[in-house]
């Protein structure tokens, strides 16, 4: 590929953690303005708040001014944070944003106050990839480690199926999914965890490898920066499938952003093949008023009975009682009460402890 050279760059970002790139890269100068294609940009300003980007050991590092990074283009629109899309074309020499701390770039339409703007990015060129063997020809480096198949069925092996679905953004789902993968791992049972919609960061499903996850996958290793309506259900399909295969006692999976969103929790809810595999869906709520809402929008737009509320809204008993009494729905905190919110989840499953079911065999 004409143009081609090699740079040296201080911070890899976890959104392309399938590539398996050294802090040595080749670039070429001709972008690709599509989902997933790999950029090596310069930092242009410093910022005192978010200011890290996940790089791909999971760790957080600070980014200041000059830093040489990698990233992949994606589009984003978060209620919380910024908002930006995919420009349609770009060269080396080109500004764009850096739209999560997951490493993901576009040209940024809108930022929430307590965020600052964002890092601006002066872009370099496009990663290199060598993929065929004992050949020097570069092709566009793009992120995960397969392409998504939209037609992808669903045989989830009559696995028990646990969903966290939010009222939005930063609502508690990753503290009680970890929650109950943690009491599930302390009663013996083989957990496997993923996250099927959002926008590319590895942190959450980090969280569900420390509580306990004997394995986890994220919607990036997939090839999807950002999710949507339109892939969102073979995401979830295909990660149910290939963790399912697996045998575990059972699978775990978290729905990034709200149950009013873009990022395709409503087409997942009303796949129906999705459904069917559902055992159990768990509502995390920021608040009464937003619990009553969610609880609705399961019953009446997606025909699903919640087993439990959590989040923000039951972080003290009065919550908790409101909750019960006028949505008949169980309440508990993931917080304060993770072993009683886990044990509740178990009980609906039919699930025992290993050790129980062990002592009954003998």
Known sequence: ????????????????????????????????????VALVVEILNNKSTYN??????????????????????????????????????????????????????GICDSATPDKGKPFDARVLGTVLSFPYLGERIGVPARVGYKALDYGAGLDARGVPVVALAGTCMEAGKTAAASAIIARMRHRGLVVDAFKATGVSLRRDILAFED???????????????????????????????????????????????????????????????????LTAVVLSANDPVAAWGGVKLLRERFGIEPCAVTGPATDNQVGVQIIREQMSVEAFNAISNPADLGDHIIGKLGLRNVGESKVSAE
């Open 52 to 105: 890290t980007l996940e790089l791909t050991s999971g760790r957080m590092a600070k980014i200041t001014r000059g830093d040489v990074v990698v990233g992949a283009l994606g589009h984003r629109k978060a209620l919380f944070g910024y908002s930006g899309h995919i420009p349609g074309a770009l060269k080396p020499g080109d500004v764009i944003q850096m739209l999560n701390i997951g490493g993901v770039l």
């Open 211 to 277: 509580a306990g996850a004997r394995r986890t996958m994220i919607f990036t290793d997939l090839g999807v920066v950002t999710t949507t309506p339109k892939c969102g259900p073979a995401l979830t399909r295909t990660m149910l499938t290939e963790m399912a295969g697996g045998a575990p006692d059972v699978i775990v999976f978290e729905l990034g952003d709200g149950l009013l969103g873009t990022y395709g929790v409503e087409s997942i809810l009303r796949d129906e093949d999705i459904k069917a595999a």
């Open 1 to 36: 590929m004409s143009g081609m050279r090699t740079v040296v760059v201080d911070k890899i970002a976890s959104v392309t953690q399938a590539l398996g790139l050294s802090h040595e890269v080749r670039i070429a100068p001709d972008v690709p303005c599509e989902e997933g």
